[in-house]
């Protein structure tokens, strides 16, 4: 592993190296799907430690590019970041992000606006890079909040910080499957065009039968939502 800092998200060269050995993980010679394979696993560390906290209802780390690093895998793809701060009030405490009031709400508003901004950029420049399309790349995003909030046991949580993020980033739906919740996928993440592999259980492009048929047979693990996406 290495640390990188956040803002070579936005550096050309470096998301293109790490694209590129992404691209050599999976077999793939096609940059959009190594590029829609790595911001898979990007999106859901720039949004995993927020929809836990939205969920818990404790403070949530800001997530502007200044202020976190990168842990990086030998393959390209971004393990943890790890923040550098949450949002605090006057008196230097640390304020809940998702209680109302002057202090709650501009911590809300702090942390949704920096998210919002790092998505915008770091998007852009994938889409750049890989040529995966932008409203492709914002869908993936939803469906990683949706899953990390799952797993933090609050669906609720990831339609609230979507909600605080703004229009651009689609509402995260959920589905119940033979008594069990998973996220309704509105992103793929083009995973069956690498050679060898087929589609995940819960892709979008299959049929809507063949899909509730697939989940009604999930075994899940201890952490279930992680492998919705296989």
Not at 33 to 48: F, I
Not at 125 to 152: E, T
Not at 179 to 198: D, I, M
Request: hydrophobic letters at 45%.
């Amino acid at each position: 592993m290495s640390t990188a800092p956040g803002h070579l998200l936005t550096d050309p060269a470096w998301v293109a190296a790490k694209i590129d050995a992404m691209s050599h993980t999976w077999g793939t010679d096609v940059p959009r799907v190594a590029g829609t394979l790595w911001w898979c696993m990007v999106a859901s560390t720039l949004v995993e430690q927020i929809a836990v906290a939205y969920a818990a209802g404790t403070p949530a780390p800001v997530a502007a590019l200044g202020e976190f690093d990168c842990v990086v895998r030998p393959d390209g793809g971004v393990e943890h970041a790890e923040f550098r701060r949450v949002p605090v009030d006057a008196a230097g405490r640390s304020v809940r992000s998702d209680v109302g009031g002057e202090t709650g709400a501009a911590a809300a508003d702090e942390v949704a606006a920096a998210l919002r901004d790092t998505l915008t950029a770091v998007i852009s420049q994938v889409a750049a890079v890989s040529g995966a399309g932008i409203p492709s790349l914002w869908a993936v995003v939803a469906d990683a909040i949706g899953n990390r909030a799952l797993d933090a046991g609050s669906p609720d949580a990831a339609t609230r910080l979507a909600a605080d993020v703004g229009p651009r980033l689609p509402t995260p739906r959920f589905v119940t499957v033979a008594g069990r919740t998973f996220v309704r996928r509105a992103s793929c993440c083009l995973v069956y065009e690498a050679p060898g592999r087929q589609m995940c259980t819960s892709c979008p492009k299959r049929s809507p039968a063949d899909r509730a048929e697939r989940l009604a047979a999930v075994r899940l693990p201890a952490n279930p939502s992680r492998t919705q996406a296989r």
